[in-house]
């Protein structure tokens, strides 16, 4: 537990989330990551932060997979450095030859979110809100017709946070089904409600227990939307 209270990390508290650790990394800075977490990472995940131009997502990416290693090596037991990876058919990571959580992780901006559940598949999304003032067209373009029409009736100075929890709700649900983001974005409505969200599974969905889907969004730093969803 040492070297988890000693990484860049913030437990988050998660309602209805029984079994689910939710974890918020950052910020990350010019100034890279501390060297006993980029030791923890594989020479592929190396190579991939290396590849990145800009010095802060460089540092986000490093963050990001080496806070995971460590918070996968304390569920299992298996060293840092050692945590082996596979992938889903969409890409979406798991745990390879050894026994221990779902998890799932999403970074934007300076921060990272980071989900493990004992026994429930997991999506997590946070995104930098960025005020580019096309938030209708956008949903026009990639939300069901439910989600524009809600949208088109919020106040302007609303717009952007609805816009945003309902983008990261979106892809952590299509996350936690480890289904692909883009070929299904339009597959569901996103409901805004007082308990956070509720999922309407289209008539052609490609997966109707999408509405069993417990939605939730994350307490994220300013500037921010995030959502955590178990399938």
């Given at each position: 537990m040492a070297e988890t209270c000693a990484l860049p990390l913030k437990r988050l508290t998660l309602l209805s989330g029984a079994g689910v650790a939710l974890w918020l990394a950052g910020p990350a800075g010019?100034?890279?990551?501390?060297?006993?977490?980029?030791?923890?990472?594989?020479?592929?995940?190396?190579?991939?932060?290396?590849?990145?131009?800009?010095?802060?997502?460089?540092?986000?990416?490093?963050?990001?997979?080496?806070?995971?290693?460590?918070l996968l090596s304390e569920a299992t037991g298996?060293?840092?450095?050692?945590?082996?990876?596979?992938?889903?058919?969409?890409?979406?990571?798991?745990?390879?030859?050894t026994h221990g959580p779902h998890f799932n992780v999403s970074h934007s901006g300076r921060w990272a979110l980071i989900g493990l559940s004992g026994s429930r598949d997991i999506g997590v999304d946070i995104e930098l809100m960025?005020?580019?003032?096309?938030?209708?067209?956008?949903?026009?373009?990639?939300?069901?017709?439910?989600?524009?029409?809600?949208?088109?009736?919020?106040?302007?100075?609303?717009?952007?946070?609805?816009f945003y929890k309902i983008w990261t709700c979106k892809e952590a649900v299509l996350k936690a089904h480890g289904a692909g983001i883009s070929e299904h974005l339009k597959d569901f409505s996103v409901e805004l409600n007082e308990n956070g969200f509720a999922i309407h599974p289209e008539p052609d969905c490609f997966s109707p227990s999408l509405a069993s889907v417990a939605a939730r969004p994350v307490d994220v730093p300013d500037g921010y939307g995030g959502c955590c969803a178990l399938a």
């Amino acid at each position: 537990m040492a070297e988890t209270c000693a990484l860049p990390l913030k437990r988050l508290t998660l309602l209805s989330g029984a079994g689910v650790a939710l974890w918020l990394a950052g910020p990350a800075g010019p100034d890279g990551v501390p060297e006993h977490l980029w030791n923890t990472l594989s020479r592929g995940e190396k190579d991939r932060a290396n590849r990145f131009l800009r010095v802060e997502d460089r540092a986000l990416f490093a963050l990001t997979r080496g806070t995971l290693r460590c918070l996968l090596s304390e569920a299992t037991g298996v060293a840092a450095d050692k945590i082996a990876f596979a992938e889903g058919p969409y890409g979406k990571p798991c745990l390879a030859g050894t026994h221990g959580p779902h998890f799932n992780v999403s970074h934007s901006g300076r921060w990272a979110l980071i989900g493990l559940s004992g026994s429930r598949d997991i999506g997590v999304d946070i995104e930098l809100m960025r005020a580019a003032g096309g938030e209708l067209d956008l949903a026009r373009s990639f939300f069901s017709a439910a989600e524009y029409l809600s949208l088109e009736g919020v106040d302007r100075e609303m717009l952007l946070s609805s816009f945003y929890k309902i983008w990261t709700c979106k892809e952590a649900v299509l996350k936690a089904h480890g289904a692909g983001i883009s070929e299904h974005l339009k597959d569901f409505s996103v409901e805004l409600n007082e308990n956070g969200f509720a999922i309407h599974p289209e008539p052609d969905c490609f997966s109707p227990s999408l509405a069993s889907v417990a939605a939730r969004p994350v307490d994220v730093p300013d500037g921010y939307g995030g959502c955590c969803a178990l399938a």
